[in-house]
T-cell receptor, first 113, second 108 residues
Framework: EAGVAQSPRYKIIEKRQSVAFWCNPI?????LYWYQQILGQGPKLLIQ????????DSQLPKDRFSAERLKGVDSTLKIQPAKLEDSAVYLC???????????FGAGSRLTVL | DAKTTQPNSMESNEEEPVHLPCNHS???????IHWYRQLPSQGPEYVIH?????VNNRMASLAIAEDRKSSTLILHRATLRDAAVYYC?????????WGAGTKLIIKP
């Protein structure tokens, strides 16, 4: 089966600019996660979707980050305006309903200058 | 406070077994323990998971303490391709609690 697709793989922007990341999950995977991984640290959950509904966005900085999952399939994560501390890899992961295993995409590396 | 605790790094010789420990002292009886690993410049990949019994698959074995406050990931014969950061994760009703990970260094 095809994996989790993410784009772009790399993005360099200046602070206060905006950026958007896209995730295409494995077909049929109802649960979708966005994680932020700062260099040298473990992934930190930003938001979790079940189909197109939000399950947990308690750690999403809502003043600058937003995410949506229209039609319960693809998802986009947006940062506006970006700060230096947003430099990180943004990982998308998906899971089949009721399953234990997550499948991760390769991630989108953001550098904010 | 829910969390997992892992050593920052471990070293092992190639072709030898590796035991990676994890503490999850406040885990509840229905929460699964997962292990994922992350190779450089890649997303994490699934290794193994379990609830109470020890588990084996083609990649590794998972030994879970009887009180479930700790677990150990066992790589039976480490190769250079096993060099990665290994994460112990506590799955509480599909909310995943990640540790900081153990960087495994394999010496040829």
């Amino acid at each position: 089966e095809a994996g989790v697709a993410q784009s772009p793989r790399y993005k360099i922007i200046e602070k206060r600019q905006s950026v958007a990341f896209w995730c295409n999950p494995i077909s049929g995977h109802a649960t979708l996660y966005w994680y932020q991984q700062i260099l040298g640290q473990g992934p930190k959950l930003l938001i979790q979707f079940q189909n197109n509904g939000v399950v947990d966005d308690s750690q999403l900085p809502k003043d600058r980050f937003s995410a949506e999952r229209l039609k319960g399939v693809d998802s986009t994560l947006k940062i506006q305006p970006a700060k230096l501390e947003d430099s990180a890899v943004y990982l998308c992961a998906t899971r089949l309903a009721g399953a234990n295993v997550l499948t991760f995409g390769a991630g989108s590396r953001l550098t904010v200058l | 406070d829910a969390k997992t605790t892992q050593p920052n790094s471990m070293e092992s010789n190639e072709e030898e077994p590796v035991h990676l420990p994890c503490n999850h002292s406040t885990i509840s009886g229905t929460d699964y323990i997962h292990w994922y690993r992350q190779l450089p410049s890649q997303g994490p990949e699934y290794v193994i998971h379990g609830l109470t019994s020890n588990v084996n698959n083609r990649m590794a074995s998972l030994a879970i303490a009887e009180d479930r406050k700790s677990s150990t990931l066992i790589l039976h014969r480490a190769t250079l391709r096993d060099a990665a950061v290994y994460y112990c994760i506590w799955d509480s009703n599909y909310q995943l609690i990640w540790g900081a990970g153990t960087k495994l260094i394999i010496k040829p």
